[in-house]
């Protein structure tokens, strides 16, 4: 298996030198618990892997994975810049002391008191449409600035449908074959166009894809370049690099990988004459996915036409199982690495039969009051839960040297009702 899970001397999971049982009797279930080092780890793995093959090199997480704060500002101090893709990441981004001149905005389908949210707030504008580029042109403030594009590669990949983000399927970025008119255009309108962007997917386990996009990509900056005259400052392709979520798959080389793509990459730069622009990459998963637990309590185990399992998180905790039906792999807290010795469902509590986070898994034996560990749940796990059968979301805490800080209370029932009204003709 290649999840290097930690056991302490009771053989108990730990996390981050915490006890799972312990975590889950003191702040109770469910319960996300993030590891810290494993977020730094992950970080300074990949930059170094980057930085070291080509010294201009940028990393913005991509923070819609993880947006908790203390999440942020772990990277904030690890010297991340920060890839938003909504205003409310944008604020989240400020709060947690990121300059704005590392907070990349791509968003997309983006309204006009969006944009001048972004004007005001100073951060950086990667611009998804040519609407969005005229529209903001008359905003005050817009004068001069400096933007890029995203870029449609023609190119595509991703761990699910959903998550293909290239290609001639994608509602994203601006064609290839319009990238010069719309720099030109940019140029015209008075803005200065110093970037060039492009996301192709999320959860790429494979160098190809990747290598593909970046070599579209950079022949599109090429073209851009030569044709419009754009100089440029910074050359962004997008994060996606997937991580293993099934114990047979392996992990990405990701020294090999950051290899190839620099490699391709200088060899582009020198052949359209691009200069040493800052490469960029906007990981999400990648530096947060492997860092988290869902820990969730067995309370029924049922025998009814099938064997079920059922724990008190569902996918209102957890959506991927149910939203692309993603692979997470579970472990019971207080023996991680015994057999399996029967296969059955794991349900969650939500009133949906599509609430599974595992059907016919193989597991050890598991016995009601039971505490189930669901790994990889660091990105877009919590970030994607909600409230829905009027759940209060569960509580994170994150944990180093076998301390644990809570970092997000759990919500009661008054938070779920927090903004609802009732019309007073209503109100007998
Ligand atoms: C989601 C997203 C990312 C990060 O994707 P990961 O697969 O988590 O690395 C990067 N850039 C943009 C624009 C995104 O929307």
Same mark, same amino acid.
């Given at each position: ?24 009797? *003191? ?11 494993? =977020? ?33 500002? /772990? ?13 409310? *990441? =944008? ?11 590392? =907070? ?11 944009? *001048? ?5 100073? +951060? ?5 449409? =040519? ?41 994203? @970025? ?5 990238? $010069? ?21 999320? !959860?790429?386990? &494979? ?28 050359? &962004? ?5 997937? /991580? ?8 990405? &080389? ?7 793509? +620099?490699?391709?990459?200088? *060899? ?19 530096? $947060? ?20 399992? @059922? ?13 692309? @039906? ?5 472990? $019971? ?15 969650? &509590? ?16 598991? !016995? ?53 009204? $009732? ?6």
């Amino acid at each position: 298996m290649n999840f290097d899970l930690e056991t302490n001397k009771k053989g108990n999971l730990s996390i981050g030198g915490a006890d799972a049982l312990e975590l889950a009797d *003191e702040y109770k279930t469910p319960l996300y618990v993030i590891d810290e080092m494993k =977020i730094r780890g992950n970080y300074r793995r990949l930059y170094k892997a980057f930085s070291k093959q080509y010294d201009n090199f940028n990393m913005y997480y991509a923070c819609k994975a993880n947006t908790n704060l203390a999440v942020m500002k /772990i990277l904030e101090e690890e010297g991340s810049g920060i890839d938003a893709v909504s205003p409310g *990441e =944008i604020y989240t981004s400020l709060l947690a002391g990121f300059d704005p001149s590392k =907070i990349l905005y791509t968003g997309n389908n983006v309204t006009d008191e969006e944009l *001048e949210f972004t004007i005001s707030s100073g +951060v950086r504008l990667n611009i998804d449409s =040519i609407s969005q580029l005229k529209r903001l042109s008359k905003l005050s403030g817009a004068e001069g600035m400096e933007i890029s594009f995203r870029v449609n590669p023609n190119v595509g990949a991703g761990h699910h449908k959903h998550c293909i983000t290239g290609g001639p399927l994608s509602k994203f @970025g601006i064609m290839e074959e319009e990238a $010069v008119e719309v720099y030109k255009l940019a140029q015209e309108l008075g803005f200065k166009p110093v970037g060039i962007h492009s996301h192709i997917g999320s !959860g790429i386990l &494979d160098p190809e894809p990747f290598m593909l996009a970046v070599r579209s990509l950079m022949d599109i900056a090429g073209r851009v370049h030569r044709e419009a005259g754009v100089e440029f400052d910074f050359i &962004d392709f997008g994060g996606g690099i997937g /991580i293993p979520y099934e114990p047979e798959e392996s992990k990405l &080389d990701i020294d090999l990988f950051a290899q190839k793509i +620099v490699d391709l990459f200088k *060899e582009k730069l020198g052949e359209y004459d691009l200069g040493k622009p800052t490469m960029c990459i906007e990981p999400g998963r990648y530096i $947060v996915g492997d860092s988290s637990y869902l820990l969730t309590r067995v309370n029924t185990v049922k025998q009814s036409y099938r064997k079920f399992a @059922g724990v008190d998180a569902g996918f209102n905790t957890l959506l991927r199982p149910t939203m692309y @039906g993603s692979y997470h792999h579970i472990v $019971v807290a207080d023996k991680p690495g015994a057999e399996p010795t029967q296969t059955l469902d794991i349900a969650g &509590d939500v009133c949906e039969s599509g609430d599974l986070f595992a059907r016919d898994r193989p597991m050890p034996d598991i !016995g009601e009051g039971d505490l189930l560990a669901i790994l990889n749940a660091g990105a877009y796990s919590f970030s994607m839960s909600s409230q829905y059968n009027s759940r209060p979301r569960p509580a994170e805490v994150l944990v180093k040297n076998g301390e644990a800080d809570v970092i997000r209370e759990r919500e009661t029932f008054a938070d779920v009702l927090a903004k609802q009204n $009732v019309p007073v003709r209503l109100l007998k």
